[in-house]
C-alpha cells in the first residue's frame, strides 16, 4: 500500500485542503482531511496525526516484541532473565509486556515463587489486578 499526503491550493480564496491519497494494487481513493484558511489549525491538526501515528506504532511494538518473547522463552526462563533487572527496570519492563503474558507471569510467581522477597515481592507489592501492570 501507498500512501501520500498533499495539499490542494485555492486561488480564488485563501484556503488550502489537506489530502491523503492511498493506492493498494487496484484500488485508489483520496480523502480531504480538512479544509484550512489557517495555518496553525492544519499545523495542530497535522501534529495531532503524527501523535496518533506514534502511538500506534507504539502499541503494535509491544504486540510484536511480546509476541516474540512469547516464542523465545518460556514464561520460567523469562522470569529468570526478569529477575535479573534492577526493580524500575523490571516494572518498565514487566508493564510493556503484553496482557496475556503478563498474566502467564503473575500466575507462575503466584505458584511458584517466593512473594515475600526478590522480585516476586514487587509482583505481590504493585500488581495492579484490574489492569496487571505494576504501579509503584
Not at 35 to 57: A, F, P
Not at 59 to 85: I, P
Not at 108 to 128: D, M, P, Q
Amino acid at each position: 500500500m501507498k500512501i501520500s499526503f498533499a495539499l490542494k491550493k485555492h486561488d480564488q480564496e485563501p484556503r488550502v485542503e489537506l489530502l491523503i491519497t492511498c493506492i493498494d494494487k487496484d484500488i485508489e481513493f483520496r480523502l480531504t482531511l480538512g479544509t484550512y484558511k489557517e495555518l496553525t489549525k492544519m499545523e495542530e491538526d497535522i501534529s495531532s496525526i503524527k501523535s496518533n501515528l506514534d502511538n500506534i506504532t507504539h502499541e503494535a511494538k509491544k504486540y510484536f516484541d511480546t509476541k516474540l518473547e512469547e516464542k523465545k522463552l518460556n514464561v520460567q526462563e523469562l522470569w529468570e532473565e526478569m529477575s535479573k533487572l534492577q526493580d524500575k527496570e523490571f516494572i518498565s519492563f514487566f508493564n510493556s509486556l503484553g496482557d496475556s503474558l503478563r498474566k502467564q507471569l503473575v500466575d507462575h510467581v503466584l505458584a511458584k515463587c517466593n512473594v515475600f522477597s526478590g522480585k516476586g515481592r514487587l509482583i505481590s507489592e504493585y500488581l495492579n489486578q484490574d489492569t496487571m501492570t505494576l504501579e509503584l
